[in-house]
């Protein structure tokens, strides 16, 4: 998790690595993660957070625990537009260092190419004076 990371980035994060396996977290999981990184939030606003961005899952009586959870449909598309979006700034950043690399490199192969035909250019002797010969006007 960065610390540039909102708690409900963090939070969705959080839920979807633990449900990678198994596909569910339990609600004391989510209140634990809330309140160990998120110690500021009371316990209502961590009650009606993990309410809205999770959903419950229906389990069977007596076949586990009762109050296993997972992302919501809403919360999960959230999260990849985060990531896509994280993951675009960060490929618009390198391409701008990539493009002002390129940028640099051909200004300085025309500043050379210019300097090389000035010293080509310099070292030609002219030895003989160009005389250029006009046609004698005729009148008639």
């Known amino acids: ?7 409900y980035i963090a939070f969705l994060t959080f839920v979807k690595e633990r449900t990678a396996e198994t596909g569910v977290i339990s609600w004391g999981e989510c209140n634990d993660f809330l309140e160990k990184n998120f110690s500021n939030l009371n316990q209502g606003y961590r009650r009606l957070f993990i309410a809205n961005f999770t959903s419950a899952v229906a389990v069977p009586q007596g076949q586990g625990p009762q109050d296993l959870r997972k992302l919501t449909g809403e919360a999960y598309f959230h999260l990849l537009e985060h990531t896509e979006l994280v ?3 960060a490929s618009s950043r390198q391409a701008l260092k990539r493009s002002t690399i390129a940028i640099c490199v051909s200004l300085l192969l025309a500043l050379t190419s210019i300097v090389k035909q000035l010293l080509v250019t310099a070292d030609v002797n002219i030895k003989e004076p160009i005389i250029v010969k006009m046609p004698h006007a005729h009148s008639y």
């Open 87 to 89: 993951e675009a700034r």
């Open 1 to 7: 998790m960065e610390k540039k990371d909102d708690f």
